[in-house]
Structure formats: structure tokens, C-alpha cells
Nanobody, 124 residues
Framework: QEHLVESGGGSVQAGGSLRLSCASS???????MGWFRQAPGKEREGVAS???????IYADSVKDRFTISRDNAKKSLYLQMNSLKPEDSAMYYC???????????????????WGQGTQVTVSS
């Protein structure tokens, strides 16, 4: 399994922006990667995923506000979050799967490598 480390979380006011980063210990060129989040008392939910082909999908709740991107040369994944809302507050996790080059999925069970998470808190 790849070792993933997230960074970039923090506290912002509603309407603000944050950019999350995820660094991998290994090559990511041929793998599906994604961002997930989990708020206290809630199940982990998929936020966005990006295939090795660059195809992306987003949860309806973040469409037009969040942008997922990747830089294979830097072995990194990013999540640009704009127009943040209090309901976006959660621990955000980076995930990767070596099983898929691309799959239209935001299911956590499709990913086998996970980071430790970075906290995002949005105040109203």
C-alpha cells in the first residue's frame, strides 16, 4: 500500500477557501485517487475522485465549489475548496487504489490506501 500524507487543513470562515494536498510515497501515475471526508457522528463520504486519465467526479454537495487535481510528477493530489460552508467541516482523507486506472466511484470500499486525515473547520 502507498503511504499518503495530507496537509493544508485549517480553520476558515464561511465563504473562504482552502487547498488540501496529499503526498504519496510511491508513484501514482496509473491509479485512481480521491478525497473523502468524515464529520463527527457521520459516515465517511466521498467528495471527489480523479482517474489516471484525468477524469473527475464530484459529490453533488461540492460541485462547482471544489476542484480535484493531480500532479503525477510530484506524486501528489490536491483539492481546491472555495465558497466553503459550515457543513463542509470534517476530517478530510486522501485515498488511492491500485485496482483501477479509472472508475466512476466515490465509494470508500473501492480504495485501499488512506492518509491520516487533515481537519477542516468552517465557521459561520
Amino acid at each position: 500500500q502507498e503511504h499518503l500524507v495530507e496537509s493544508g487543513g485549517g480553520s476558515v470562515q464561511a465563504g473562504g477557501s482552502l487547498r488540501l494536498s496529499c503526498a504519496s510515497s510511491g508513484d501514482v501515475d496509473n491509479y485512481l485517487m480521491g478525497w473523502f471526508r468524515q464529520a463527527p457522528g457521520k459516515e465517511r463520504e466521498g467528495v471527489a475522485s480523479i482517474g489516471a486519465n484525468g477524469y473527475t467526479i464530484y459529490a453533488d454537495s461540492v460541485k462547482d465549489r471544489f476542484t480535484i487535481s493531480r500532479d503525477n510528477a510530484k506524486k501528489s493530489l490536491y483539492l481546491q475548496m472555495n465558497s466553503l460552508k459550515p457543513e463542509d467541516s470534517a476530517m478530510y482523507y486522501c485515498a488511492l487504489t491500485t485496482r483501477y486506472y479509472w472508475k466512476d466511484t466515490l465509494r470508500s470500499t473501492d480504495f485501499e490506501s488512506w492518509g491520516q486525515g487533515t481537519q477542516v473547520t468552517v465557521s459561520s
